[in-house]
């Protein structure tokens, strides 16, 4: 099995930045592609954003310019850097892995979130 762990969240003013972090753990496993996802009260999940193991990235057009992804394949990191953050970002926010483990084959894996509130 592979454990997600989330960090970085907070309160913040428009305007403003935060920088959240996904740590994976396990064993004998290889991630395949890590994603933020976002879920704001009363609204369904939605991705935020995705980076493959090659570096490929994509973003949400809401985030796209404010927000950048990017991982560390040695750590089993991921990162969402966000700039002018907006109250509208106001969310949990889910780091999620596609994953591969020789037993289990390829599986999808969620963090437990990390809570970003934007204040206007």
């Known amino acids: 099995q592979v454990q997600l762990v989330e960090s970085g969240g907070g309160l913040v003013q428009a305007g403003g930045s935060l920088r959240l972090s996904c740590a994976a753990s396990?064993?004998?496993?290889?991630?395949?592609?890590l994603a933020w996802y976002r879920q704001a009260p009363g609204k369904q999940r939605e991705l935020v954003a995705r980076?493959?193991?090659?570096?490929?990235?994509n973003y949400a057009d809401p985030v796209k310019g404010r927000f950048t992804i990017s991982r560390d394949n040695a750590e089993n990191m991921v990162y969402l850097q966000m700039n002018s953050l907006k109250p509208e970002d106001t969310a949990v926010y889910y780091c999620?892995?596609?994953?591969?483990?020789?037993?289990?084959?390829?599986?999808?894996?969620w963090g437990q979130g990390t809570q970003v509130t934007v204040s206007s």
């Open positions: 999620n892995a596609l994953v591969f483990i020789l037993i289990y084959g390829v599986r999808d894996y």
């Open positions: 396990g064993r004998d496993f290889r991630i395949y592609a």
């Open positions: 980076i493959t193991s090659g570096g490929s990235t």
